[in-house]
């Protein structure tokens, strides 16, 4: 519970930006709302070690819809600009429009958007955007459904992904498409998936990374984004930036049509990073790659005021020092170091 002397929340933003060591703004902040999962895909949650008995977070221990709202609020008041929803898969958090909501109203937030897989778009796509969701970023690895239902684990159809773009566009929503490429195993057909999802969003085509403990990451199984722009033919166009923190590099064909492209093995952008991730327990982590965090649950549930999980918060980024795209080759020339699991802060 807040106390009496934290006031209704306001998020009062900072007057000069709150900048961490290597002098990167605070602007970005992922919120996971659960670590479970509808599909099973093998560079996330592989099936052989999340399988029927693997053990997710009971529900007492996820962070309320209460204590999302009041941490977004500090968050934001600490120069946080961008709120987006992840998993796990975040549309199996019961009552997620009612989160949305409750974001959708913080002041300060300019952006609102979830990371999901699609599958559960037909039904709650509507409700989401009512409740002030703006964009969807959606998951979509193959148009082959042999390959595609290798790669998520459980033999799920493309259809069914893309009727659930289908129907986030049609409740207004802004959709993007990222596709994990892996050398060897969906990289077959690139231009012809590009052609035929292309009129849907924004693409994106993402490096395999070595996130979590357990997707087998190899450097051979890395595409290079720009073998991925030479394979989708044509000519391509940069185009420029709207804000440094962007992770996509974009470009656009002659009909208009966007490209982005996530380099984070082979031209890493920890230099621009502005993001920090909330766990669906409330750890907070600085990078995606971060063996451990800051557990903001329990000063939360033990009376801390909002200025106090100001203070942390701030103390926090500011002495933040990640960068471990830019060392990923010092760090796997050495024994692979444990990094937190993709399925606890959403990617």
């Keep these: 519970m807040p106390s009496a002397a934290s006031g209704p929340h306001r998020s009062t933003p900072l007057s000069a930006p709150l900048l961490d060591a290597l002098g990167r703004p605070l602007r970005d902040l992922r919120i996971s709302v659960t670590d479970r999962c509808n599909l099973r895909c093998t560079y996330c949650m592989p099936a052989e070690v999340f399988g029927p008995d693997y053990a997710f977070l009971p529900r007492e221990e996820l962070l309320s819809f209460e204590e999302i709202e009041r941490l977004a609020r500090v968050f934001v008041g600490l120069g946080v600009r961008k709120l987006r929803l992840t998993g796990g898969e975040p549309t199996l958090r019961r ?41 969807v970023t959606v998951s979509l690895d193959s148009l082959d459904p042999a390959v595609f239902g290798a790669l998520n684990g459980l033999g799920v159809a493309p259809q069914r ?27 077959g057909g690139l231009h012809e ?6 009129d849907l969003g924004t693409v994106r085509f993402i490096e395999f990374m070595d996130v979590g403990n357990h997707n087998g990451w ?3 199984s890395v595409l290079p984004s720009r073998e991925v722009l030479a394979r989708l033919g044509g000519e391509f166009a940069p185009v420029a930036a709207e804000d440094r923190s962007e992770v996509a590099a974009r470009y656009r064909d002659p009909d208009g049509h966007e490209v982005g492209l996530i380099s984070s ?10 993001r920090a991730r909330l766990s669906a327990v409330g750890t907070l982590y600085t990078c995606l790659f971060a063996a451990s965090g800051t557990d903001l649950r329990a000063p939360l549930r033990s009376g801390a005021s909002d200025e106090d999980l100001r203070t942390l918060l701030s103390s926090v980024w500011t002495a933040r020092r990640d960068r471990y795209s830019e060392e990923r080759g010092e760090h796997t020339a050495r024994e692979a170091r444990p990094k937190v699991e993709m399925s606890h802060i959403g990617g």
Aim: proline share 3%.
């Design 265 to 274: 093995v082979t031209a890493p952008f920890c230099g621009d990073c502005s």
């Design 193 to 198: 998936f590009w052609r035929a999802v292309r």
């Design 218 to 220: 190899n450097l051979g």
């Design 161 to 187: 992904v893309l009727a659930g773009i289908e129907a986030a566009l049609h409740a207004g929503l802004g959709v993007k498409i990222n596709t994990v490429i892996k050398r060897g195993v969906n990289d």
């Design 95 to 135: 009552d997620l429009p009612e989160l949305v909501a409750r974001l959708a109203r913080i002041e300060g937030a300019r952006d609102l958007a979830m990371t999901t897989n699609g599958l559960l778009l037909p039904r709650l796509a509507a409700d989401l955007r009512a409740a002030g969701l703006k964009r």
